[in-house]
């Protein structure tokens, strides 16, 4: 049998042919050089951070030494009452996960265009929003453009423009987290980034973006991508109809806070014609899975579970609210959302108190950034959800 071996020495590659070779004979490649995997990975991604994500109850658990049952997770805005029970059984009877799914999710989009009144064909639905934001920059953006991020906010845009090679221009909110427009306009003018992108609410605030500023913003020669994961907590109707008057405008929605589907993974858009059509060249074939889809057509079925259970979420935030003002060291923010952002105060460290709530079987949630140091995020939970954290800061004063 023929070998070549290839010796690999840190600086230079020495070949020796150890036999004639004939057609047809396997050959053999040994290669033997440290360090040298990294050379394959585009420069800019070798300083990527990785993204911090938030832990999942067995990791809690593990962690803590706590069954999952007994920690009281408020840290990742989930939806602690789950989905519709008819989730549970159609998932429980899916006839052909063996198949692959519809790449088109035609079913899936059909009962979105009933549930928003905008038609199917402006809506396109991904592996979460997150699979989107990651769609629209591969699909927006060349290497060295920019985009311009709001912060505080959601770190996903931030994460996603490094992954993708684009430079962020920050322009930070105002001290009660509205948006500097006036600032906006003049870095759109000045620097021509390519897009905006906008959460309303904001996370981590939960507050709105009013409809004069949104309006103002598309108006200016830059894409708009709203951001509504939270939009059911808010009272605020959704702009999804908006993408047929505005081709600036995408907005993006989520089954993970409204229908508690989280785990599954499923997201969705609306989008001007003229963008979605590279938007559906672009994309994975077969980005949503069956169990994806089969889930979020449940949850749609029921339509009052689903306004029964943001109705509960939103009335325990403002009970939580209520009781967060009156501990000493917190300051919450009103919120429009399913979470409530807190300053922390009168010299207590926001980190550990984070911690020590986490040693108590209480997770909230805390920001290593520069302007969120001094906060914590709490997400409205179940009323004991809300008893438990309470029980807890007590043991602080």
Request: aromatic share 8%.
């Amino acid at each position: 049998m023929g070998v070549i071996d290839v010796q690999c020495p840190p600086s230079s590659y020495i070949l020796r042919k150890s036999q004639p070779l004939r057609r047809n004979i396997t050959t053999r490649v040994h290669c033997v050089q440290a360090s040298m995997g990294d050379s394959f990975i585009r420069p800019h991604l070798r300083q990527l951070a990785a993204y911090q994500p938030i832990l999942p109850f067995e990791v809690l658990s593990a962690q803590l030494g706590r069954k999952p049952e007994d920690i009281v997770k408020l840290d990742a805005n989930e939806n602690p009452y789950g989905p519709p029970p008819e989730v549970f059984e159609a998932l429980g009877n899916m006839k052909f996960p063996y198949v692959y799914p519809d790449p088109q999710s035609r079913r899936l989009r059909d009962a979105l265009a009933q549930d928003s009144g905008l038609e199917s064909e402006y809506i396109l639905v991904g592996c979460g929003a997150d699979e989107l934001i990651d769609l629209i920059m591969r699909c927006v953006l060349d290497p060295g453009e920019k985009i311009i991020d709001c912060p505080p906010t959601f770190s996903m845009y931030v994460f996603d423009a490094a992954v993708n090679g684009a430079g962020v221009i920050k322009v930070p909110r105002n001290p009660d987290f509205s948006l500097n427009v006036d600032r906006i306009a003049e870095v759109v003018e000045l620097e021509k980034p390519k897009c905006i992108f906008l959460t309303s609410p904001n996370n981590p605030d939960g507050s709105i973006i009013s409809e004069d500023d949104l309006l103002k913003i598309l108006e200016m020669p830059i894409l708009v991508v709203l951001d509504e994961a939270y939009i059911e907590f808010s009272g605020v109707e959704s702009r999804m109809k908006w993408v047929k008057k505005y081709e600036n405008l995408i907005v993006l929605r989520t089954f993970s806070k409204r229908a508690g589907l989280a785990g599954l993974r499923v997201g969705y858009g609306a989008f001007p014609l003229s963008i979605i059509e590279y938007m559906w060249r672009a994309k994975q074939p077969y980005n949503v899975s069956v169990a994806g889809e089969v889930a979020a057509l449940a949850a749609l079925s029921n339509g009052k579970y689903l306004e029964d259970v943001r109705d509960a979420l939103v009335h325990e935030r403002e009970r939580l609210f209520g009781l967060l003002k009156e501990v000493p060291f917190l300051n919450p923010y009103p919120s429009h959302s399913n979470f409530i952002l807190c300053e922390v105060t009168s010299g207590m460290d926001a980190k550990k108190l984070k911690e020590d709530l986490a040693k108590m079987g209480v997770m909230v949630r805390h920001y290593n950034s520069q302007e969120l140091k001094g906060y914590v995020r709490v997400s409205a939970g179940k009323p004991e959800h809300t008893d438990a954290l309470m029980d807890c800061l007590k043991q602080f004063y």
